[in-house]
């Protein structure tokens, strides 16, 4: 049932509810990573990225509700997180707020203790096949160019890009919205978190840069809207494209 052992992360301050689930879980065949607290969790999801997290609501350090919203809200280069792993509430808050309130802090399913393991598992089987179907891992595709925001690996047919961490979150930020023009001011707070005065040309040598790496096999997926800013096309050279390369 599980190909390549899917590892689930439990969240969980009750030290019994976590040993039982850690216990069927491994038995069931997956690989189990535990927390008792938030910060645990965080740091569990950052290095481990796990296929699914079951995420207990009243932990000792925080609330589950705003771990989740950490998670989601994560936009994968700042931070190791994985904005799409797939969240189960396990919780003994049980009222209709509370699993709203769940459901839209980004939770997937929600799940109320006291709880029947069976349910749990088919539960947490339904998340691991729906991420099954979807890219690994949030994994972005521009062209023939392959972006991993995880591993932050570049691909471009099948070959490896290596490049500057600020010019992988450039790239990142252009390819989250391909062939949309950018602005230089929008770009520099997405990847430098401030705005300067004259930190556009920082911007500009990080985007000559990254332009010339993507172009090793002669394709342009970098293009300078002039005036304006940056947009990442699918990089295949069309005759007749606006000249604008020798401006790097
Ligand atoms: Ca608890």
Known sequence: MTDERSTILVVEDDAATRSFLADNLTADGYDVLTAETARDALRMLERKYPDVAIVDLGLPDADGLALIQRVRRADGVA?????????????????????????ERGADDYLVKPFGYGELLLRVKALLRRTARRPRGGRLRVGDLEIDPLSRE????????????????????LASDPTRVFTKEELLRTVWGFRSLGSTRTLDSHACRLRHKLARDGDRFVLNVWGVGYRLVDGLVVDGAPLEAAAC
């Open 79 to 103: 931070t190791r997180l994985n904005p799409d792993v797939p969240l189960l509430v396990l919780s003994g808050r049980a009222g209709e707020l509370d699993r709203v309130r769940g459901f």
């Open 154 to 173: 570049v691909l471009l047919r099948g070959r490896r890009i290596e490049l500057s961490q600020k010019e992988f979150a450039l790239l990142r930020a």
